[in-house]
T-cell receptor
Framework: RKEVEQDPGPFNVPEGATVAFNCTYSNSASQSFFWYRQDCRKEPKLLMSVYSSGNEDGRFTAQLNRASQYISLLIRDSKLSDSATYLCVVNRRGRGGNKLTFGTGTQLKVEL | AAGVIQSPRHLIKEKRETATLKCYPIPRHDTVYWYQQGPGQDPQFLISFYEKMQSDKGSIPDRFSAQQFSDYHSELNMSSLELGDSALYFC?????????????FGSGTQLSVL
């Protein structure tokens, strides 16, 4: 079982739709959480950090449930430009510093 | 603003050859991470450096080695290349060791082993 799991999708949604992704992690010692966005063959780019109280950035809302060990990302009013792979990233701090583990990513396709 | 610079962008090698990938972190970033991403795969952590010392090691093969230099740039050396080493190699940097420290990625080096 992978340490960070995501539904690979693809999620095909019409423009303007609301879509949600979930991510589960297995290591309860994980300390911080992020969503990254990756376009095809490009580098991952930070979308947002995920805080326990939940946080919002424009059309994007992230939630963290430590008890159930899952993270969610909600995208409202989807745009064509939102089409990408969304990577859930879990950080665990060890003696060597930060150790970020990526999920396999969820592919989103927003269509006209 | 300056970003993470990786070179070369593309590299074609034959089996059993060697390759060196370079990474120049964002100025004043002291931590460098190397990731390998195969086609359709998530990025796999290889190795990281903090203040020029190896800080963590992931699924890096023994054929690979890396170091961080005094100017904080890092190089990933790959020897006895195999077909399975063909992948996108990303370098990322961060500015410290807080658990909430965000990583900034370079554009990657696409390595093709023929």
């Amino acid at each position: 079982r992978k340490e960070v799991e995501q539904d690979p999708g693809p999620f095909n949604v019409p423009e303007g739709a609301t879509v949600a992704f979930n991510c589960t992690y297995s290591n309860s010692a994980s300390q911080s959480f992020f969503w990254y966005r990756q376009d095809c063959r490009k580098e991952p780019k930070l979308l947002m950090s995920v805080y326990s109280s939940g946080n919002e950035d424009g059309r994007f809302t992230a939630q963290l449930n430590r008890a159930s060990q899952y993270i969610s990302l909600l995208i409202r009013d989807s745009k064509l430009s939102d089409s990408a792979t969304y990577l859930c990233v879990v950080n665990r701090r060890g003696r060597g510093g930060n150790k970020l583990t990526f999920g396999t990513g969820t592919q989103l396709k927003v269509e006209l | 603003a300056a970003g993470v610079i990786q070179s070369p962008r593309h590299l074609i090698k034959e089996k059993r050859e060697t390759a060196t990938l370079k990474c120049y972190p964002i100025p004043r970033h002291d931590t460098v991470y190397w990731y390998q991403q195969g086609p359709g795969q998530d990025p796999q952590f290889l190795i990281s450096f903090y203040e020029k010392m190896q800080s963590d090691k992931g699924s890096i093969p023994d054929r690979f080695s890396a170091q961080q230099f005094s100017d904080y740039h890092s190089e990933l050396n790959m020897s006895s290349l195999e077909l399975g080493d063909s992948a996108l190699y990303f370098c990322a940097s961060s500015a410290g060791r807080s658990t909430n420290e965000k990583l900034f990625f370079g554009s990657g080096t696409q390595l093709s082993v023929l």
